[in-house]
């Protein structure tokens, strides 16, 4: 074939693909949902993180028309580069997994839930009620559980503590256990195959209440301070005017006629005020603060120990 008749099939294939692309492009529609991938605080069952915030993404949709499609990543990793690679337009980070997204230009904040007047949440670290262990230093020479090492109220926030208190996790603990979620660590606690366990404070309440936990057999060991909680967050590629329909949609969700207030929830499936969607990213500051404590090579050490201990 003639090269002018190869670019006029190549200009050719070009224009019959684009109105193809241009359906495929996600715009809210039932028939183009826009894409949502969650990160698995609490596993990636269907009673679980999805479970989580369905209720919510409802909402926004009957009082908008707005349409979503829920997934949950395998890990925290995969839902920042499931943003960055253009497969999902909106994302549920932790704040140690929204920062990297948003440094790579791939994220910015959409909307936080507001309860009780606060948008914040902590993060702890869990031991059995008759546990010897009275503080941190007690922690030495015993096992403990995190989540995802992404994960910034069942790894980072923890680990910070221990460093605080004078551990090296990755030499002071006997091993140490990676089990990918906050409820996977609270299992093995509730199991015994840990001496303790770092979670959310979210997360040990819907234990609970799950009855994964027995009230009364499990303790609060240390709490962190204050965290920025975990943004919605969406893809810098999208439109200027969907960025904006979609901060308005949750922002005004809950005055919404015909929500339900109980369909207004966030981390846990705990019930919420209301989503922010006028916040910036000076929200995000103390996390970044406490992110700088644990570097690159404390955490992979504490990978390495925990490799090792299985």
Not at 94 to 122: F, I
Request: glycine letters at 8%; hydrophobic letters at 45%.
């Amino acid at each position: 074939m003639k090269l002018p008749s190869v670019l006029a099939a190549a200009t050719a294939a070009v224009i019959l693909a684009a109105p193809l692309a241009a359906q495929q492009i996600p715009d809210g529609s039932p028939a183009r949902p826009f894409r949502v991938t969650l990160v698995p605080a609490d596993g990636g069952t269907e009673d679980g993180t999805k479970a989580d915030f369905k209720p919510l993404f409802d909402a926004v949709t009957k009082a908008t028309g707005l349409h979503f499609d829920i997934k949950v990543g395998q890990t925290y990793g995969a839902v920042v580069e499931a943003i960055c690679a253009g497969v999902t337009e909106i994302a549920w980070f932790g704040p140690a997994s929204y920062l990297p997204a948003r440094e790579r230009g791939c994220a910015e904040l959409l909307a936080v839930d507001v309860h009780n007047g606060q948008a914040v949440y902590y993060s702890g670290i869990f031991v059995p009620a008759d546990s010897p262990v009275r503080s941190l230093a007690d922690l030495k020479d015993k096992t403990m559980a995190f989540g995802d090492a992404n994960s910034t109220s069942s790894f980072v926030y923890p680990v910070a503590m221990l460093l605080a208190a004078g551990l090296d996790p990755a030499k002071d603990l006997a091993a140490i256990r990676m089990t990918g979620s906050h409820a996977n660590s609270l299992k093995a606690l509730a199991e015994g195959r840990v001496d303790a366990a770092a979670a959310s404070f979210d997360s040990f309440e819907k234990a609970v209440n799950q009855k994964v936990l027995e009230p009364g057999k499990f303790r609060v060991l240390a709490k962190s301070d204050p965290i920025p909680n975990p943004p919605i967050a969406m893809s810098t590629k999208l439109p200027a005017e969907v960025k904006a329909k979609l901060k308005a949609a949750f922002g005004s969700v809950h005055t919404m006629p015909g929500v339900n207030p109980e369909q207004i929830r966030g981390y846990g499936g705990k019930k919420v005020d209301r989503y922010d969607s006028s916040i910036d990213e000076d929200m995000m500051k103390p996390a970044l603060v406490t992110l700088a404590k644990v570097s690159g090579e404390v955490r992979r050490a504490i990978l390495e120990k925990a490799a090792a201990s299985q």
